[in-house]
């Protein structure tokens, strides 16, 4: 075939393909074209997730009659003039693409109104061409519907998934956007029924309470402005008690407009490092401010990516702002995942930050690093004292240094805390029965089915360890908790409690030990938390009294020791 021109119409659809890709892209461009208008109040509504029809309305400032035409035509804005201009792009459109393309992928009515206007003007298309105009009476705004997307696009029609799959993008595309415009009240219908309404009082937490409900968003962490952040951040993000499976509440903003960022999810979840297990994601709603000359918005025909001039700052104002909020907010911080191995100290602890040094002269721990095939219960407790030590200071708010007898000792504040704890809880209830801790309010346990029953069945093994729970309607209050010293977050540790006591392959052996594993766990200091003198010096004083003082109930070392027999070897003293 020679070289041809393309006709404008397979132009046209090409370009649709690039920013019009399912029914959720139609949606996002229509809801970026109402915000730029200024509307206060914006309305979807899906038939068949989308397929079938979308009606995106809204109370912004409307088109007037004689430019309603020319809006869908390509490249076609009034939002930006001269090149210049991209370098400040604040409006969230500004390609004058979306409506061209949308009406090249579907049959689109439009019907606007500026407030001042006696009436409305209506325009209907079909594939890129204007099949009638007319004027009517509507309110001030803009309202625009797509019918049958992609009918005329049968190869971008063949990779739509189904309805409810479609409608679900459709949903998560209106719900980051509610976040991103807390002000903004946003009313999503789909096949007639009110899927999703946020208040549009401005208020992010408020839009959070909507989209994972009141339980969450009461506990999140609003972000403290940092000082150390190259560019402002603000939003919030879940205290380390509260987690989940996946990345998926990890939402991302970047003046304003929602992005998909894998850098930045790395620097919100760098920043829990400590705080959750591996596997487990933070909620967050994060908004990062960059100047607009130091971002491009223009690097995906659909401006779901960004491209930073200094990534670094970007990523390390992300990373420090939660950082610090977590620290600021939740000194102690509780592991919530039911996994009772924990913690990032383990991948840090058994590799020693010298690299030179010979396997003669190897720092060593105070015992080898537990192999995987001996757990805990197996390991016969050992004739072992501690020296006493004296606290000589902290590093990475992690780790204790402290002078012994013979050298230099570190000490996992975690694990040690957590096998003092563990000591403590196992001797306690060896003789006389656990201790409880009455609630002052009665903490209602919100659970799924399954886990309900799983209470049910543990109710006899949890109450002999110092729960206390009450059947309360269909749900459970928690009366009373293993008094261990420090507060715990309830509704996860309730939650490991049950997966203790029904997990039967636990490592652990009898299931005191694991329950006791797991109090302790939750009741121990975090790394990541700062310790004054005093409570480092009764952590050592009571890791010295300790019956194994050298591994936490999981088998992690607590401490290494660096002889100072060895030191004098490093430095080539001797
Ligand atoms: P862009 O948003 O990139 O400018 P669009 O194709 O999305 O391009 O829209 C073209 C123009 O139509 C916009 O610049 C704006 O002037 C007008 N427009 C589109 N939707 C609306 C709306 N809901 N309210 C007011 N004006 C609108
Ligand atoms: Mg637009």
Redesign the pocket.
């Known amino acids: 075939m020679p070289i041809q021109i393309l006709s404008p119409s397979v132009a046209a659809a090409i370009a649709a393909g690039e920013v019009i890709e399912r029914p959720a892209s139609v949606v996002k461009?229509?809801i970026?074209?109402?915000l730029?208008?200024g509307a206060s109040s914006i309305t979807v509504e899906l038939q068949q997730g989308g397929i079938g029809s979308i009606r995106v309305t809204?109370d912004?400032?409307?088109?007037p009659a004689d430019e309603v035409e020319l809006?869908f035509a390509r490249h076609?804005?009034?939002?930006l003039t001269e090149a210049d201009d991209l370098t400040y792009i604040e409006s969230l459109?500004?390609?004058?693409?979306?409506?061209?393309s949308i009406a090249a992928a579907g049959k689109v009515r439009m019907v606007?109104r500026p407030a001042d206007a006696q009436g409305a003007a209506s325009v209907e298309l079909e594939a890129s061409k204007v099949l009638r105009r007319q004027m009517l009476s509507a309110a001030p705004g803009?309202s625009?519907s797509v019918d049958d997307l992609f009918m005329v696009m049968p190869a971008r029609r063949k990779f739509l998934r189904t309805p409810i799959a479609e409608g679900a993008r459709v949903k998560d595309v209106v719900a980051h956007m509610a976040m991103a415009y807390p002000s903004v009240r946003f009313t999503f219908y789909a096949d007639d029924r009110l899927a999703l309404q946020t208040p549009g009082n401005g208020a992010v937490r408020d839009v959070l309470a909507v989209l994972y409900g009141a339980e969450t968003a009461t506990v999140m962490l609003e972000i403290r402005p940092g000082e150390r952040s190259p560019y402002g951040v603000s939003g919030l993000i879940s205290p380390a008690t509260l987690s989940r499976g996946s990345r998926s509440a990890i939402s991302l903003f970047v003046n304003g407009r929602w992005v998909q960022s894998r850098s930045l999810v790395i620097a919100a979840e760098e920043a829990y490092r400590g705080y959750l297990t591996q596997g487990r994601y933070p909620v967050a709603a994060l908004f990062l401010q960059v100047p607009p000359a130091e971002v491009d918005v223009n690097v995906h025909p659909t401006k779901r990516e960004v491209r930073f001039l200094r990534e670094g700052d970007a990523f390390s104002s992300i990373q420090r702002a939660v950082r610090e909020t977590l620290l600021a907010t939740s000194p102690i911080a509780l592991v919530s995942a039911p996994s009772l191995t924990t913690d990032y100290v383990e991948s840090v602890a058994p590799s020693l930050p010298f690299t030179s040094v010979g396997p003669e002269s190897q720092p060593a721990l105070l015992t080898p690093p537990a192999s995987g095939d001996m757990s805990a219960a197996e390991r016969p407790v050992e004739e072992f004292r501690m020296p006493l030590l004296r606290v000589v200071g902290q590093i990475s708010n992690t780790y204790v240094i402290a002078e012994g007898t013979d050298g230099l000792y570190l000490v996992d504040q975690h694990a040690a805390h957590e096998q003092v704890l563990f000591e403590r809880l196992l001797k306690e209830w060896d003789g006389a029965s656990p201790q409880s801790q009455p609630l002052l309010d009665p903490y209602p346990l919100e659970l799924t089915p399954e886990e309900a029953e799983a209470v049910e069945q543990a109710l006899p093994v949890l109450e002999r360890y110092g729960f206390l729970l009450e059947p309360f309607g269909g749900a459970w209050l928690v009366r009373a908790v293993p008094a261990v010293g420090r507060p715990v977050a309830l509704a996860p540790f309730v939650r490991e409690m049950l997966t203790v006591v029904r997990d039967k392959s636990m490592p652990m052996g009898p299931p005191e030990r694991a329950l006791a594993a797991s109090i302790a766990c939750h009741s121990s200091v975090r790394a990541g938390m700062v310790l004054d003198r005093q409570e480092m010096e009764a952590l050592l004083e009571q890791l010295e009294k300790a019956d194994n003082p050298r591994h936490c109930p999981h088998g992690r070392p607590t401490t290494i020791h660096m002889s100072t027999g060895m030191l004098d070897r490093q430095f080539h003293r001797v």
């Open positions: 461009e229509l970026e074209n109402s730029d208008s809204d912004g400032s409307g088109i809006a076609a804005t009034s939002k459109g500004f390609r004058g693409e979306a409506l061209p606007s803009t625009i």
